[in-house]
C-alpha cells in the first residue's frame, strides 16, 4: 500500500524520513514514499501528481511553521480530495490540536511523541490494508519491538532541528477545543481502527461501554486537559481533588493528576 508523506521545512522533513523508515520496520506491507528534492520544479512536480495518483493512505508532517504554507496546503488538499478523510492524517510535530488551523484541522491529528496516539496511528494504517493487514498481536508486538528506537530519534530530530516561532501560550478556550477534538478523533477513528485484543468496532457498536476498549492514556489524556482548564479557570487545586475523587478517582491517582497538571501549566 502506497503511503504518501508529505513535509514543508527542515523540522517537517526530518521528521518525515525518520517516518518513513519507521512504518516499513512496523508494517512490512506499506511502501512509505516521501520526497527529499528540493527543487520544486516541473519534473518535480509531475513526479509528486504521479504519486499521488497512486497513494492509498496520507500522512501530512505538520509544524508551527509550515502549517500555512501553500505547498503543504495543497498537498494535503490532493491527498484529501482523491482519499477518504479517514486514511488522511497529520503528524503534530510540535503542535497540540489547538494549534492547528483551517481546513487541516478537520484531519485525524497523531502525536508523534504519545506513544498510545502512534499505536493508533499504526492500528488505522494497518486496517487500510484490509485482509494485508497484520494480525492484532502480530501488530502489537511489532510495534513494540521499534516503538523505543522511533522516540528516541524523533526527540533528536526534534532538539537537532530548532523551530524558529515561540509557541504561544494556550488559553482555557484552547484547552476546551483541544478536549473536543482528542474526543472527536477517538470516535472517528473508532470506526476504522482495530486495536489489538480488541474486537472490530463499525457505527452500530454501542459506545456507552467505549473506553473499556481504548487505550487508558487516551481517557487519562482528557482528564488532565480537564484539569489544566479548571486550573486556568482558578479553581484551586484541593477542589480538583475533591471533584476528582468524588468521580470515582482514588485519592492517590488524584492527587498525581493534579500534581502532573500543574507542572504542565507551570512549563508553558
Known sequence: MEVFISWSGDRSKAVAKLLKEWLGDVIQYVDPWISTEMDRGSAWFEQILNQLGKTSFGIVCLTAENQHEPWIQFESGAIAKRLDKSWVCTLLVDLGYTDVKGPLQNFNHTSPGDKESMRLLISTLNGALGEDGLKADKLDRAFETHWGTFKARFDRALSGNQPNQPKAERNANDLMIEILGTVRSIDHRLVHVKLPGAPLIS???????????????????IQQLTILLELKQGTSEDEIRSMLIHNGVEPMFAELAVRKAVEELKAE
Request: hydrophobic share 25%.
Open 203 to 221: 457505527e452500530d457498536v454501542d459506545r456507552t461501554n467505549i473506553k473499556n476498549v481504548l487505550p487508558y492514556q487516551y481517557w487519562e489524556r
